[in-house]
């Protein structure tokens, strides 16, 4: 990223949200094309999911213009640690969500794959969990 201003409006919810949740929202969504002429809408991608290193680059940016002041290597990690980590709950109420609007029976929009986005949704959580927590790391002794 080149750009020396960045700015970051959660216009959708208007109100304050833990800056990892949203931050792990926003790597979430460089996946979906939400304005797919055909059914079921949408388009979920996982090959346009960001890279660590603009993960990186946009936790840097972030932590720079939060403090004014550059940040620390570990303070980047962390933050896209948590970002990744909170991710998966972004995953589980977009699932939520869909599923809620699939059974909504006063609903206009019927040509929409709620269905098919509450499953992509969460099969990308199986896949980041376990990208996350290996099995492996899992096990106590």
Not at 44 to 73: G, H, N, V
Not at 81 to 102: P, Q, T
Not at 127 to 140: C, G, N, R, S, T
Request: charged share 25%; aromatic share 16%.
């Amino acid at each position: 990223m080149h750009s020396s201003n960045v700015t970051i409006i959660d216009y959708e919810y208007s109100m304050y949200m833990e800056r990892s949740y949203d931050l792990g929202n926003h790597f979430i969504e460089w996946m979906v094309e939400n304005e797919c002429e055909e059914y079921p809408g949408f388009e979920f991608c996982i090959d346009k999911a960001p890279t660590k290193e603009q993960k990186r680059a946009m936790a840097e940016i972030y932590l720079q213009e939060w403090s004014l002041k550059a940040p620390t290597k570990q303070e980047i990690k962390t933050l896209v640690w948590e970002a990744d980590v909170l991710s998966l709950a972004s995953l589980v109420v977009w699932a939520l969500w869909a599923l809620i609007h699939l059974t909504d029976s006063t609903l206009e929009r019927r040509d929409w794959g709620y269905g098919e986005y509450a499953l992509q949704r969460y099969r990308y959580y199986y896949i980041l969990k376990d990208q996350l927590f290996p099995q492996e790391a899992l096990v106590i002794n």
